[in-house]
């Protein structure tokens, strides 16, 4: 850690005073386990729709957080990428795609609150660049629900194991939520496609070994395909420099006259765009799941820093203006968490409506933005330094507003469910 905070007067008017960091904030920032997560304040609310064997869950995999992801986050973030080896050790352990079958190498575990704890104890030690959700709970399902006995005997195996990690690769350079106006095409060559086209933005672009393409196939619409590491043709651009979420890689595709077997098509020809509808709920819940679980982990930093810090002789947290933007942080991550748990158990149930995760998408990232804005605030100085645990999840909860369908898209939708 660089030294700057030794030094005194750095705001100016000497009221910060010399720029030591209050102890709490010392420990955080030691790397110590211990130190940085159990001695954080629990703020966090009971929530009755865990069960004692979700509960094993999370303390299982709470501990290969902290065993085998929190060790190596700063050496990801200077990386720009998480190691291939969390895959492959998530896959030996079960946290893999646990919803597939077993005869496929899943656990069978379909019960989307065990999805949610994953999510919520990535959140909790803040870790945004290994893309655990997206390979389990956005691009999994469309494998499992619309592929084929051999093409599930192909690919599921594999991505359980950790062997084969998964993207997905809608979005392009001028289309972004008007799925409609994808220009990669795929052309019909009798026993084979051949599939022309680019695509930006694409999480795990780099590490990707399949990758589930939208394209335009002639005149039967949008059709899904799959898209294999090793396919000539198929290059990978840039990894691309964010404002946040620097260790989940994000890449560039292009796709030149690559040639796809026509048993690489998931589903049916031109139903690609309903498949894609059928899943994007399910998305915009996990969005929510990290949103809330993201505002948490705010709150907690946030909290252990005003109780420590102390200005004009007191904790700068018994100040009436601080105190009261903690106590509105807390009541409206309690009500957010609330509303996530009643739509994760539709999730279980299979009644999840679009509307409900238009919702709870706009609503809880745009709560997780605000919360970090305060929480950097009252951090101060400190709040703008990248060694502060604060400072990584105000430039990472930004993008939230914007992927899965900005939250401007999904006010038009809920709009539009009006009749309006």
Not at 107 to 116: A, E, H, P, T
Request: with cysteine; aromatic share 10%; hydrophobic share 40%.
């Amino acid at each position: 850690m660089t030294d700057w905070y030794k030094m005194s007067g750095i705001l100016g008017n000497g009221v910060i005073g010399a720029l030591q960091p209050p102890a709490q904030t010392r420990r955080i920032l030691s790397g110590a386990p211990d130190d940085a997560l159990h001695q954080l304040p629990e703020t966090r609310m009971k929530r009755a729709h865990f069960d004692a064997d979700h509960e094993l869950f999370r303390e299982n995999f709470r501990k290969f957080c902290e065993t085998e992801i929190r060790p190596h986050q700063e050496e990801w973030l200077k990386a720009g990428i998480v190691s291939r080896d969390i895959w492959q050790k998530a896959g030996e352990n079960g946290y893999l795609c646990p919803f597939i079958d077993e005869q496929y190498g899943g656990l069978g575990l379909k019960d989307f609150r065990y999805s949610q704890i994953m999510i919520e104890e990535l959140a909790r030690i803040g870790e945004s660049g290994f893309a655990l959700s997206l390979h389990n709970d956005v691009i999994a399902p469309y494998l499992d629900s619309f592929c084929n006995e051999e093409q599930k005997a192909r690919w599921l195996p594999k991505i359980c194991s950790g062997e084969a990690i998964l993207a997905v690769a809608m979005t392009e350079p001028g289309t972004g939520s008007d799925l409609k106006g994808i220009k990669t095409k795929l052309e019909d060559k009798g026993d084979h496609l051949i599939l022309n086209g680019a695509k930006t933005f694409i999480s795990n672009g780099i590490l990707s070994d399949i990758v589930i393409v939208a394209a335009q196939y002639e005149d039967k619409g949008i059709t899904l395909v799959v898209v294999e590491r090793g396919m000539e043709g198929f290059e990978r651009g840039r990894k691309l420099e964010k404002m946040g979420m620097h260790s989940q890689d994000t890449a560039e595709l292009f796709f030149n006259n690559v040639i796809v077997p026509k048993a690489n098509i998931i589903g049916m020809p031109g139903m690609g765009f309903m498949y894609l509808m059928q899943k994007l709920a399910q998305e915009r819940i996990v969005c929510a799941i990290g949103a809330i679980a993201g505002a948490q982990f705010v709150l907690e930093h946030t909290l252990a820093y005003v109780k420590d810090r102390k200005a004009f002789g007191k904790p700068i947290g018994s100040f009436q203006a601080n105190r009261f933007t903690m106590a509105e942080m807390k009541t409206e991550i309690t009500i957010g968490q609330t509303f996530i748990d009643s739509l994760v158990m539709k999730c279980v149930d299979g009644t999840i409506t679009p509307e409900e995760a238009f919702m709870a998408k706009y609503w809880t990232t745009d709560l997780v933005n605000k919360v970090a804005y305060d929480g950097v605030q009252l951090h101060g100085g400190y709040g703008f330094m990248l060694e502060y645990p604060i400072a990584r999840a105000y430039i990472d909860a930004r993008i939230t507003t914007i992927f899965a369908g900005t939250n401007e898209i999904m006010k038009e939708m809920i709009g539009r469910g009006m009749g309006l």
